[in-house]
Each structure stands twice: as C-alpha cells, then as structure tokens.
DNA sequence: ATGATTGCAAATCCTTTGCATTTGA
DNA sequence: TCAAATGCAAAGGATTTGCAATCAT
C-alpha cells in the first residue's frame, strides 16, 4: 500500500504562464519548448527559457498539457530490431518488452493505418505498469 | 523523387562492440547507455563512453538493435492532455495528431491491455508519415 | 505583506565530436 | 599497411536550478 501525493502548486495566474498557454494552444502541431520560447517572445522580450520550461513542466504535472515524448530521460536501446511493443515502469522508469501474446498486431489495428498512409515501421507503443520489482517494494 | 543512401560503415568487427552488442541482448529490459557502459566496463576497464555511444549508435543505424525513445529531440508538448495518437514527420521531425476518425480505441485493444495490467494512462502510439509541407518539398 | 514566480546565469545531464593513438583486416 | 575504431577530453544541446528581484494575491 502507498499513498501518492503530488503536490502541484500552481497559486499564481501569472502573464508568462497564461502566454505560454494560450500559444501552445493555437498551435495544430506540438512544439519544443524552445520553439515555444522564440512565440513567447515576440510579446515578452524578457521572458526566459527557464521560466518556460518551468510552466511547461508544471502544467504537465498538473495535467492540464501533455509531454509527448515516449523518453522520459535518456535514450534506451533493445537488442531487438522489431517494432515490438513495450512497457515502462512508472517506479522505475525502465523499459520491457510487452509479453509475447501481446504481439504488435494483436494490439494495433496495423492495416487500418497502412490504409491511412502512416508507416509501421518506426511505430512506438508503450504503455506502463510496475514491473516485478517496484511492485514488490510497494506491497 | 529522392534516394537516400544510408552510409553505414562498420568494417572491423572489434572487442568492444562485440562485448557492447554481447551485454546488450543478454539483458531483458532496455538499458540506456550509461547503464551498458558500467556493465561494460566490468570487462574491459578502459573502454570510454565515447565508445559506447559510437557502436550503440552504429548498430542502431546498421539495423541490429534498435533504439528505444518515442523522442528524437527534444521533448515536445501537447495542449490537450489525453492520450491521443501522434504521427510524426520523418521530413522536419515534428509531431501531430492523427486525424479523429483514427482515434486511440479504433486503434489500440486497449480493453485487453487493461486486461494485463498495463494502464492506458500515458499510452505512447506513434507513426510515422510525411506531413503535408515535406510532403509537397520532395514531389 | 509575503510567498510564488521570475530573469538571469551557472550547473547538470545526456550525447556528440576532434584528435592523436591503437588495432583489426 | 592503413583506414576504422578507440580513449580521452572538450564541446554541444536540452533542461534544471540557485538566487536576488519582482509580482500576484
């Protein structure tokens, strides 16, 4: 049994932070937080990076955006070349490979997307669950 | 119309990569580089980061293994925080949506992974295709 | 008033790279 | 032999952080 808290303090409706909102918003693609930060400051000259990624990472915590980036920290790398499923423990933060029932096509509707013109090859799913032993730590 | 040629030499097979490719497949989770180079090291004492990343990168290039971050760059953020799909360009390396009618339940057996364990809550999917600005620079 | 937030700059983390030396084919 | 690959160390890009000043409540 473990009890999660996050504490996200967010007490303050600051000019910088509704900015970095309103132009991530607007935006139809998802920008990096540095093509964020060159936006911002076409109508805050003063404005930092520091202070953009900060608002980017507290408004992802407090989940009102999303980091999309299936990396969370450094690059990992998979003896397999394949387009295998995988799954990240939230304890953790390592990457396995999803059990072998849980094949790529058994999950995805793979043809549905060909028909669409977006290409398997390179495809990421990940999804998460405590592995073995973060499970284990909690309990 | 364009040919890409991917230029991968790899000519001699040396110690290190052979010990960097032999740790590498015989562990079951996705390990980052820094982790392989403390394993690594075991072996071989002097062998350098520098290395490490070198072989990861080249046998990840020649296809042998494969590296393992929805990110290529930098993170990038998403105003809606769901757990939509995204493609990304292969062209300019930037994200977007699916489109709707491609939504992640058509997608994604998301029933039989719950019934596994796995969370959908932070799901990754990603695919691959040209986006329309790319697209109209290569035709 | 006062504590959250900022700008700034330095620090940190991950990764790549230049170069002289070593090594596999 | 001799280019590919290495070790080392320095550079690079992305992100975080310490701190004094500022600003929203």
Do not use: W
Not at 22 to 41: F, G
Not at 42 to 48: A, D, G, T
Not at 57 to 78: C, M, T, V, W
């Amino acid at each position: 049994m473990s009890i999660v808290v996050i504490i996200t303090n967010m007490k303050r409706n600051t000019q910088q932070r509704q900015v970095i909102l309103r132009l991530l918003s607007a935006r139809k693609d998802h920008p990096t937080a540095e093509e964020l930060y060159q936006e911002v400051r076409q109508e805050m000259p003063r404005v930092s990076m520091g202070t953009v990624y900060r608002n980017l990472d507290l408004l992802a915590r407090k989940g009102e955006i999303r980091r999309i980036d299936g990396a969370a920290g450094p690059s990992r790398f998979d003896p397999v070349n394949d387009n295998h499923p995988h799954y990240r423990c939230p304890g953790c933060n390592r990457v396995f490979d999803l059990p072998r029932d849980l094949s790529l096509e058994r999950l995805v509707d793979v043809p549905l997307l060909k028909k669409h013109g977006f290409t398997t090859d390179g495809l990421v799913l990940e999804v998460r669950k405590y592995c073995d032993v973060c499970r284990a730590a909690v309990s």
